[in-house]
Structures are given as C-alpha cells and as structure tokens.
Nanobody, 123 residues
C-alpha cells in the first residue's frame, strides 16, 4: 500500500503561481511513477502531468505544457507540481497518483490515489 497526501492548494488570482506537494508513505516511493490529475465540477477527470520513477521522463497535458512543471524528490518521498501563469480554467481538485508501470496519462495505470487538494483561480 502507498498512502498519498496532497497539499499546497488554495485561492490565487489569474497569472499567479502555486506549488502542490504530494507526500507518500508506505512502500518504496522510488519504485513508482507518479501522476497528477484534476477534476473540475461537472467535468471528467483530466490528466495533468506524469513523471517516471527516477524523474528522467515527464509528460504534460497540452493545456498545461509550458506552464506547469512536475518534479520529485525521492529522498523526501514527495512529488511536486509547480503551476505558473494560472488561468481560471485550471480551477479543479488536483489529485496525485502512484503507478507501478511507467509514467502514463491514463488514470487506469495508477494504483494509488490521494484525496486531492482544491485549486481555485479567480479572474
């Protein structure tokens, strides 16, 4: 089992920045690829970013590419999502996930999920 706890969400004005963190406990964190997903009210869950177990490979959704950066610190069992130039359409609950395969944009490839942290971007 892997337990994931997100933090760092909040209310920010458009154009601002936030950094989300996802702290992992349980099994060896460095064995897992990590992903960030988000879901806005009334919308489907959406892939945001993913990173390989060693941090060498990253993937981003087109909607966030160039604005968001995913990173990880295996010594701290934590994955981060740096979000810059935030837009109102980025408003959602953001959840991190851990998967035993490679980094993926498919939510079904992830085995463990956090509860999520709310990000609200005002215009």
């Amino acid at each position: 089992q892997v337990q994931l706890v997100e933090s760092g969400g909040g209310l920010v004005q458009a154009g601002g920045s936030l950094r989300l963190s996802c702290a992992a406990s349980g099994r060896t964190f460095s064995n897992y690829a990590m992903g960030w997903f988000r879901q806005a009210p009334g919308k489907e869950r959406e892939f945001v970013a993913a990173i390989s177990w060693g941090g060498y490979t990253t993937y981003y959704a087109k909607s966030v590419n160039g604005r968001f950066t995913i990173s990880r610190d295996n010594a701290k069992n934590t994955v981060y999502l740096q979000m810059n130039s935030l837009k109102p359409e980025d408003t959602a609950v953001y959840r991190c996930a851990a998967g035993s395969g490679g980094p993926s944009s498919n939510a079904y490839d992830y085995d463990y999920w956090g509860q999520g942290t709310q990000v609200t971007v005002s215009s």
